[in-house]
């Protein structure tokens, strides 16, 4: 996603908001595999079962506390990934695509509704909700080319969209996270981020876009560029509070929309969204963290596009069953 996922501010959970002047710097790695096809939230077997995309995600993250209650953040985001498929050469035989390097940078701004500095662990008042406006700028390549074999040859394409390092767009980012401490070493938390895409195709058209294909879905075969959205809410809880050692489990959705809050929705996407368990672990040492989690899916859905209903389709997408991620975190 390129959503941020709110690694700085339920960092307050626990009694760690950062103090005025203070630094924080994490780095963040995602690894997914998709290899099952969705149509809506039915599951089909793989005609070829070899097929899939797999995708490495590196964050770099920055946030500084200008007073004690606003901070910006700053993310550069670097993607590598892949597709080993035959619909995108020649129906017949496997060859891969890639693409990487930077993606989309985002700058964002966030502050806490509550004075953090007259809040105290383990009282009825701790308790914060943080509102976060930022941009996402189109730093990355979002027309990243590789080798496609055709029948006719060998002939350079654009890499599948969700292969593309950026998106060609400029993005408004809305961003809210709540937490409450139910208990001692106990804590509930809410987030959630939207980010607004007011272009609607970037111009780049899909790797078989040079095949012929019905006039009727033509217009599906240029790129869009979509909003995106991330959603999370669950418990946390400090099962070793000398060590800095917690266990977290929550709820966790992300996906596409069909249509874009602002302009239009037309050209390629994918549609859809996952919902997924997502079970968290985390040590935190002095000014150092370390947390890892594993969200799990439980549902997936392909969503038909505006394109599709035009022509009365409805495309598959591959999904994953589940993803992992760790980061490091140090306050300075």
Same mark, same amino acid.
């Given at each position: #996603?390129?959503?941020?996922?709110?690694?700085?501010?339920?960092?307050?959970?626990?009694?760690?908001? $950062?103090?005025?002047?203070?630094?924080?710097? +994490?780095?963040?790695?995602?690894?997914? /595999?998709?290899?099952?096809?969705?149509?809506?939230?039915?599951?089909?077997?793989?005609?070829?079962?070899?097929?899939?995309?797999?995708?490495?995600?590196?964050? *770099?993250?920055?946030?500084? #506390? #200008?007073?004690?209650?606003?901070?910006?953040?700053?993310? $550069?985001?670097?993607?590598?990934?892949?597709?080993?498929?035959?619909?995108?050469?020649?129906?017949?035989?496997?060859?891969? #695509?890639? +693409?990487? @390097?930077?993606? &989309?940078? /985002?700058? $964002?701004?966030?502050?806490?509704?509550? =004075?953090?500095?007259?809040?105290?662990?383990?009282?009825?008042?701790?308790?914060?909700?943080?509102?976060?406006?930022?941009?996402?700028?189109?730093?990355? &390549?979002?027309?990243?080319?590789?080798? +496609?074999?055709?029948?006719?040859?060998?002939?350079?394409?654009?890499?599948?969209?969700?292969?593309?390092?950026?998106?060609?767009?400029?993005?408004?980012?809305?961003? *809210?996270?709540?937490? /409450?401490?139910?208990?001692?070493?106990?804590?509930?938390?809410?987030?959630?981020?939207?980010?607004? !895409?007011?272009?609607?195709?970037?111009?780049?058209?899909?790797?078989?876009?040079?095949?012929?294909?019905? &006039? +009727?879905?033509?217009?599906?075969?240029?790129?869009? *560029?979509? =909003?995106?959205?991330?959603?999370?809410?669950?418990?946390?809880?400090?099962?070793?509070?000398?060590?800095?050692?917690?266990?977290?489990?929550? %709820?966790?959705?992300?996906?596409?929309?069909?249509? &874009?809050?602002? @302009?239009?929705?037309?050209?390629?996407?994918?549609? @859809?969204?996952?919902? !997924?368990?997502?079970?968290?672990?985390?040590? !935190?040492?002095?000014?150092?963290?370390?947390?890892?989690?594993?969200?799990?899916?439980?549902?997936?859905?392909?969503?038909?596009? *505006?394109?599709?209903?035009?022509?009365?389709?409805?495309?598959?997408? =591959?999904?994953? =069953?589940?993803?992992?991620?760790? %980061?490091?975190?140090? /306050?300075?």
């Amino acid at each position: #996603m390129a959503v941020t996922d709110h690694a700085f501010s339920l960092s307050a959970q626990g009694g760690n908001y $950062l103090k005025k002047g203070e630094w924080l710097a +994490a780095v963040s790695y995602r690894w997914l /595999r998709a290899d099952h096809l969705f149509v809506g939230s039915d599951d089909f077997p793989l005609i070829d079962p070899l097929e899939h995309r797999e995708f490495h995600f590196i964050d *770099v993250h920055a946030a500084y #506390m #200008m007073t004690k209650r606003f901070n910006l953040q700053l993310t $550069l985001p670097f993607k590598h990934a892949e597709s080993f498929m035959t619909y995108e050469h020649d129906f017949k035989n496997y060859h891969r #695509m890639t +693409a990487g @390097g930077l993606g &989309d940078l /985002r700058l $964002l701004g966030h502050w806490w509704l509550l =004075d953090p500095t007259k809040q105290t662990a383990s009282t009825e008042t701790y308790q914060n909700i943080g509102l976060g406006l930022g941009v996402q700028f189109p730093t990355g &390549d979002y027309k990243a080319s590789d080798i +496609a074999y055709r029948d006719t040859g060998p002939v350079l394409r654009p890499v599948h969209p969700s292969l593309q390092p950026g998106t060609g767009g400029w993005g408004v980012i809305l961003e *809210v996270d709540a937490f /409450r401490e139910l208990f001692e070493n106990a804590f509930a938390y809410v987030s959630g981020s939207y980010l607004i !895409s007011p272009r609607e195709v970037n111009g780049v058209e899909m790797t078989i876009g040079d095949l012929p294909i019905p &006039d +009727a879905i033509n217009d599906g075969t240029i790129t869009s *560029v979509p =909003d995106l959205y991330v959603g999370r809410a669950g418990f946390s809880y400090s099962i070793w509070p000398k060590q800095g050692l917690s266990l977290s489990l929550g %709820a966790r959705v992300e996906g596409i929309p069909v249509h &874009d809050l602002v @302009g239009g929705s037309d050209g390629y996407r994918g549609a @859809g969204y996952v919902i !997924s368990i997502e079970p968290g672990l985390a040590w !935190s040492r002095g000014r150092n963290t370390i947390a890892v989690s594993a969200p799990v899916a439980i549902e997936r859905n392909r969503q038909q596009t *505006v394109p599709n209903r035009r022509a009365s389709v409805h495309y598959g997408a =591959d999904f994953s =069953d589940f993803f992992i991620q760790a %980061a490091y975190i140090r /306050r300075f």
